[in-house]
């Protein structure tokens, strides 16, 4: 396929739950079909670029959404953010666009479980998990929590001190030359300081949040998953320090018709990491559903 260089998406705004509204940018025409991709915790919707695009090119609708709190989506009224709201949300947007797969990294897999495995009736064609499952190791979700809120607070002087912790928290991959794509996850507040583009009351705000991540609720959404027989597909990154072997194949006794791919090379930001082995297995997948 003939590349056609970088496609310029469309900007959209879905409603969430509460009446929220939600900011989206889509690829490909409306009459195909569509795949709704929910970044992680602290992330945007710009997460999902090359993966957006390599979807588009072979014949399918990306909408790449932002979730409440993070982008430019409206931030929750009260500062809570629990996994209900998440979900509420994607099951919200989920019906607007008639039944998408949806492809949920970390919180947006959570939201994705939440979304289809406490609906009465279907609400998603398939789920693609990306390094998420209902239980995953203590330690790998701690660090995830404590890169977010080292400078939650503080902010960043520049864009190059911002990549710096990027790059310290992500020593594998190699540090970025231009900066552009990091800045779509930054805004700069009055003080000229840089600051990340979501609520800190995301992680500054924890009541309830130990109750809230119960691995029970989300492992009996995915025995939903797998009595309604919907199309599956864990992708685990081989180096993930959150979702291990272990955890994995807890998830495919739970949903075993569930497939299963690792790639090799790729820690918690599986699409980050290795965007072209991510595209490919979901590509695959999508390509075989009913």
Same mark, same amino acid.
């Given at each position: 396929?003939?590349?056609?260089?970088?496609?310029?998406?469309?900007?959209?705004?879905?409603? &969430? *739950?509460?009446?929220?509204?939600? #900011?989206?940018? =889509?690829?490909?025409?409306?009459?195909?079909?569509? !795949? $709704?991709? @929910?970044?992680?915790?602290?992330?945007?919707?710009?997460?999902?670029?090359?993966?957006?695009?390599?979807?588009?090119?072979?014949?399918?609708?990306?909408?790449?959404?932002?979730?409440?709190?993070?982008?430019?989506?409206?931030?929750?009224?009260?500062?809570?953010?629990?996994?209900?709201?998440?979900?509420?949300?994607?099951?919200?947007?989920?019906?607007?666009?008639?039944?998408?797969?949806?492809? &949920? *990294?970390?919180?947006?897999?959570? #939201?994705?479980? =939440?979304?289809?495995?406490?609906?009465?009736?279907? !609400? $998603?064609? @398939?789920?693609?998990?990306?390094?998420?499952?209902?239980?995953?190791?203590?330690?790998?979700?701690?660090?995830?929590?404590?890169?977010?809120?080292?400078?939650?607070?503080?902010?960043?002087?520049?864009?190059?001190?911002?990549?710096?912790?990027?790059?310290?928290?992500?020593?594998?991959?190699?540090?970025?030359?231009?900066?552009?794509?990091?800045?779509?996850?930054?805004?700069?507040?009055?003080? &000229?300081?840089?600051?990340?583009?979501?609520?800190?009351?995301?992680?500054?705000?924890?009541?309830?949040?130990?109750?809230?991540?119960?691995?029970?609720?989300?492992?009996?959404?995915?025995?939903?998953?797998?009595?309604?027989?919907?199309?599956?597909?864990?992708?685990?990154?081989?180096?993930?320090?959150?979702?291990?072997?272990?955890?994995?194949?807890?998830?495919?006794?739970?949903?075993?018709?569930?497939?299963?791919?690792?790639?090799?090379?790729?820690?918690?930001?599986?699409?980050?990491?290795?965007?072209?082995?991510?595209?490919?297995?979901?590509?695959?997948?999508?390509?075989?559903?009913?």
């Amino acid at each position: 396929m003939t590349d056609p260089g970088p496609i310029p998406p469309r900007f959209e705004r879905f409603e &969430g *739950a509460e009446g929220l509204s939600l #900011a989206a940018d =889509i690829l490909g025409d409306d009459d195909r079909p569509t !795949v $709704l991709l @929910a970044h992680g915790g602290g992330q945007t919707r710009h997460a999902w670029g090359g993966a957006a695009l390599a979807l588009a090119l072979r014949g399918w609708r990306a909408v790449s959404l932002d979730q409440r709190g993070h982008g430019d989506s409206d931030r929750s009224p009260d500062g809570r953010y629990l996994i209900g709201h998440f979900g509420a949300d994607l099951r919200a947007v989920a019906r607007q666009l008639d039944r998408p797969v949806a492809v &949920g *990294a970390s919180l947006g897999g959570i #939201a994705s479980l =939440i979304a289809e495995g406490e609906s009465p009736e279907p !609400v $998603l064609r @398939a789920v693609v998990l990306v390094d998420i499952t209902p239980r995953v190791r203590p330690e790998g979700a701690a660090r995830v929590v404590e890169f977010m809120k080292a400078h939650v607070e503080t902010g960043f002087g520049s864009l190059e001190e911002a990549a710096d912790a990027v790059a310290a928290y992500l020593p594998n991959r190699r540090r970025p030359r231009d900066l552009s794509g990091l800045r779509k996850n930054l805004r700069e507040g009055a003080d &000229g300081r840089w600051y990340w583009h979501w609520d800190p009351a995301f992680v500054t705000d924890v009541r309830d949040r130990q109750e809230d991540r119960d691995p029970e609720r989300l492992e009996a959404c995915a025995r939903v998953l797998a009595r309604r027989r919907t199309p599956t597909l864990l992708v685990r990154g081989g180096s993930s320090d959150l979702v291990t072997e272990t955890e994995a194949r807890a998830f495919l006794d739970l949903v075993p018709h569930a497939r299963f791919v690792d790639v090799s090379g790729a820690g918690h930001m599986v699409a980050g990491d290795r965007n072209d082995a991510f595209n490919t297995a979901v590509i695959r997948f999508l390509r075989d559903l009913p």
